[in-house]
């Protein structure tokens, strides 16, 4: 149980530093070998991922993460995220379903699950 409680805490912990746009955590919270899939985008190595969450994080004003709800079970936790960033020219809102395969306290693999559509209207050149 405390397993459980350890991998969600690394989780909320990740939500949060992507609201605060801390990118030192976010790099340092995901293993050296950490993979993700991304709707819309499919695989991502691990410093293609941080590249791209660092870089929108880093150019909008305000950011929230909002965690709606949290489950796990063994080594994976299933996170549901209410998410909006404040552009200087536009707020681009989107709810996501991260999976995260979390071990010895980092992000192992992550999974992450979005509307597709909201994303690509508000990233629209």
Not at 52 to 81: K, P
Request: one cysteine or more; a negative charge; glycine letters at 8%.
């Amino acid at each position: 149980m405390a397993d459980l409680e350890a991998n969600k805490a690394v989780a909320r912990r990740y939500m949060q530093a992507v609201e605060e746009g801390d990118a030192a955590t976010i790099d340092a919270l995901q293993h050296p070998d950490c993979t993700w899939w991304i709707s819309g985008f499919g695989d991502m190595s691990r410093a293609d991922f941080i590249a791209s969450v660092t870089g929108g994080l880093l150019s909008a004003q305000r950011r929230s993460a909002q965690v709606v709800g949290i489950t796990a079970e063994g080594d994976r936790v299933a996170v549901e995220v209410r998410g909006e960033m404040v552009f200087p020219d536009r707020v681009y809102r989107n709810d996501y379903h991260n999976l995260l395969v979390i071990r010895d306290g980092q992000i192992l693999s992550g999974r992450e699950y979005m509307d597709t559509r909201a994303a690509a209207e508000a990233f629209a050149p």
